[in-house]
C-alpha cells in the first residue's frame, strides 16, 4: 500500500512533509503534492508531520479518488524532496471545504 495526499494540501502545500520521507517519493504540482505509490515504502513518518493533516493511508476509507489522483500525477510532476516556504496565504486556505473543485491545479510545480 501508499500513503495518499488529499485535498487539504491543496493551497496549503507546507512541505513540511518532504523533509523525512526516506524515499524522497514526493512529487510537487502548482497548489498540491502527491506520493508516488510505487515508490512510498508505507512508513507513516509524513502523516504526522503534515499540519494541514492531509495525507492519511491509502488503506483508509474513501480514498479511491485520491490514489488515483496521486497516481496519475506523481509520474509526470517534478520530484521534492526539499522544503521551501509555503504559500503566503496558506493559512487562508487551510480547512476550507471543496478545495479540489475550486482550486487545484494540474499543472507542474517547481520541483527542487
Ligand atoms: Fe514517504 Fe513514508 Fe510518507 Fe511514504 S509513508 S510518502 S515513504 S514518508
Ligand atoms: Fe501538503 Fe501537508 Fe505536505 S499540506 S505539502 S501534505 S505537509
Given amino acids: ?3 495518499v495526499v488529499t485535498d487539504n494540501c491543496i493551497r496549503c502545500k507546507y512541505m513540511d512533509c518532504v523533509e523525512v520521507c526516506p524515499v524522497d517519493c514526493f512529487y510537487e504540482g502548482e497548489n498540491m503534492l502527491v506520493i ?3 515508490e512510498c515504502i508505507d512508513c507513516g513518518v509524513c502523516e504526522p508531520e503534515c499540519s494541514a493533516k492531509a ?3 491509502g488503506t483508509a476509507p474513501g480514498l479511491d479518488y485520491w ?3 496521486n497516481a496519475k500525477y506523481a509520474p ?3 520530484n521534492i524532496a526539499t522544503k521551501r516556504d509555503p504559500p503566503a496565504d ?3 486556505y487551510d480547512g476550507q ?3 479540489l473543485a475550486k482550486y487545484f491545479s ?3 510545480g517547481l520541483g527542487d
Fill in 1 to 3: 500500500m501508499t500513503f
Fill in 67 to 69: 490514489l488515483a489522483l
Fill in 106 to 108: 494540474p499543472e507542474p
Fill in 97 to 99: 471545504a471543496n478545495k
Fill in 90 to 92: 496558506a493559512k487562508a
Fill in 55 to 57: 495525507i492519511f493511508p
Fill in 76 to 78: 509526470v510532476w517534478p
Fill in 36 to 38: 508516488h505509490p510505487d
